[in-house]
């Protein structure tokens, strides 16, 4: 068995005094699809945010316990811009910078390494097809961004972030506010692309969880913060939940 | 009639009797200035060098003289604003730090030009022993309206909204590649406005310059920074209006503040469209 890509072990976060999560222990394979699920509020955000590191660099939180991605302290050992690079994180809500969608596909690639403007067609075409979206924009790479819809836009984010060339994708409910159709794009990306990278996704929708996980997270607040009640593969918690918590929020009982 | 009713009747009628009694001085003043001054201008007036001591002639060396303080006053205060701004808003965020720096820039704000004046003239011109300079004038300017500039500046840059840092952040972009590509751009609406704002202060004072910075007369384009200064517009006026015994020192008086007030309006105009976000360039989702 190959070893973890990330691990994550006893992370605490704080705000102040108040805990946000507590005992968060898991681990991240190549080449699995790991969803977590759970009430709002439960801390899911929380967890990506501080993996990035955003929440203790961004948002002021307070986080330890480990966390090691290939086996190095990322608190202590990896810079962290490096680090954002090889994990990298899709947001809620699609933000979309001003300019083109090849200027958006281009934006965090093009301070990392320069590019000929080949390598750069070739990139951006990749990411593209990759994030589901190529087919519908290929005619307006050059064209303004913003036009395009919500659930474009969310495609156009995604195929940013793969375009930092990344070996762990955090997604936190990229399909939220899309529609049917783009939420099956993004579902079919995130299946192809299992193959390269170890993939954590936070959803709301159990719908989504059980189509596409390999490993689930089932996380709750009814502690006043929140922490893991309950993760194994998807067959486990989804037909044969333990934690009473995980049957009333899975099976709805 | 309510007695509520009839309130807010005498304060609407006392609001607009004020506004109407200020604008009726704007433009009185305005009137005065413009009825005055045509006379007195002329392509000439503007491009003719002075003779008679200000009688006769022109303002030429006063128009280079004001736009040489000008373009002093930005060249110095556009590094010095950006930096100040961007330790406010990315380096110093919410910190105990960050609130004095916006306290003093809001007390710098409140000084009268007069003292950037006096400082200068012990600092510069008696200390430092450079005598009246161009230079010094573009220092004091500059200092004067760094707080506006500055201020507006991080306000444009505090109302970007926080995800588009975020996201620049998670792509692994550092702070400094983040402050080039999203925080300069974006706000470079409220910053090109803030300037023109402060340039606009810049060009009418006589206050700062007079003792450190312009001369009446014998002085036209500098050739160094000691014992260099310029003419100027503000203080030409001031100057002509003392001997007011002779009626055409008063009409050139009047023709250049007429001419002052024509560049100030066009830097106004200049800046409305980025007042107005003209070119706000983040389109929310
Ligand atoms: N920066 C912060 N400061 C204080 N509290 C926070 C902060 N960020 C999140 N929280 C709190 O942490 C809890 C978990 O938030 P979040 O991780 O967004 O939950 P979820 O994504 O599961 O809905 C919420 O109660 C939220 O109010
Ligand atoms: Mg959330």
Redesign the pocket.
């Given at each position: 068995m190959t070893p973890p890509v990330l691990q994550v072990q006893q992370l605490h976060v704080t705000?102040g005094d108040?805990s946000?999560v507590r005992d968060v222990t898991f681990d991240l394979s190549r080449g699995e699809l790991t969803t977590i699920i759970?009430p709002?509020?439960?801390?899911?955000?929380?967890?990506l945010r501080a993996i990035n590191r955003l929440a203790d660099k961004e948002?002021?939180?307070q986080v330890s316990g480990s966390i090691r991605y290939k086996g190095c302290d990322v608190f202590r050992c990896c810079p962290v811009n490096e680090l954002r690079r090889d994990i990298s994180l899709v947001f809620q809500k699609p933000c979309i910078f001003p300019g083109s969608i090849r200027r958006n596909v281009l934006f965090g690639v093009r301070h990392h390494q320069p590019m000929s403007r080949t390598r750069q067609n070739d990139l951006i075409e990749k990411v593209l097809r990759q994030a589901h979206l190529f087919k519908e924009v290929k005619d307006r790479l050059n064209k303004p961004a913003h036009l395009l819809s919500i659930g474009q836009k969310q495609r156009l984010a995604f195929a940013r972030s793969l375009a930092v060339n990344p070996a762990v994708i955090l997604l936190?409910e990229p399909t939220s506010s899309l529609d049917p159709h783009s939420t099956i794009e993004i579902e079919k990306a995130l299946r192809e692309l299992k193959s390269t990278c170890s993939i954590l996704l936070?959803t709301h929708s159990l719908e989504q969880g059980r189509r596409i996980s390999d490993r689930v997270i089932f996380?709750s607040n009814s502690q006043g913060f929140?922490t893991i009640v309950e993760q194994g593969a998807v067959e486990q918690i989804f037909e044969n939940p333990q934690h009473p918590d995980t049957q009333q929020y899975v099976l709805n009982r | 009639m309510t007695i509520r009713l009839f309130k807010q009747r005498i304060f609407y009628a006392v609001s607009a009797a004020s506004a109407l009694m200020l604008m009726g001085l704007v433009a009185l003043a305005l009137y005065l200035v413009i009825a005055r001054g045509i006379p007195a201008l002329s392509f000439s007036f503007a491009l003719q060098p002075m003779a008679e001591g200000g009688l006769s002639g022109g303002v030429r060396h006063q128009m280079i003289g004001s736009l040489i303080l000008l373009i002093t006053t930005l060249v110095l205060v556009v590094p010095v604003a950006l930096s100040i701004a961007i330790v406010h808003t990315v380096y110093l965020r919410e910190s105990s730090v960050q609130k004095s720096l916006s306290l003093i820039l809001h007390v710098l704000n409140g000084i009268p030009s007069i003292i950037f004046g006096l400082f200068g003239f012990f600092v510069f011109v008696k200390f430092l022993g450079w005598g009246k300079s161009w230079f010094t004038g573009g220092i004091l300017l500059s200092m004067m309206i760094l707080p506006t500039v500055a201020l507006t500046l991080s306000e444009g840059m505090r109302r970007i909204p926080h995800e588009y840092i975020e996201n620049a952040r998670s792509l692994g972009l550092s702070k400094e590649q983040m402050v080039i590509s999203i925080l300069i751009p974006q706000s470079a609406s409220s910053f090109l406005s803030g300037l023109l704002l402060g340039l606009v202060r810049a060009v009418g004072e006589t206050a700062p310059i007079m003792f450190t910075a312009t001369v009446f007369s014998g002085a036209t384009v500098p050739n160094g920074i000691v014992d260099n200064p310029v003419l100027s517009l503000p203080y030409h006026i001031f100057t002509l209006t003392q001997e007011s015994y002779q009626a055409k020192a008063v009409q050139n008086a009047w023709g250049s503040a007429c001419l002052l007030l024509l560049i100030v309006f066009g830097l106004n105009a200049l800046a409305t469209p980025f007042r107005m976000n003209a070119f706000e360039e983040i389109k929310t989702a």
């Open positions: 705000a108040q946000i759970g709002s509020g439960s801390g899911k955000s929380t967890i948002s002021g939180l936190d936070v996380m929140g | -």
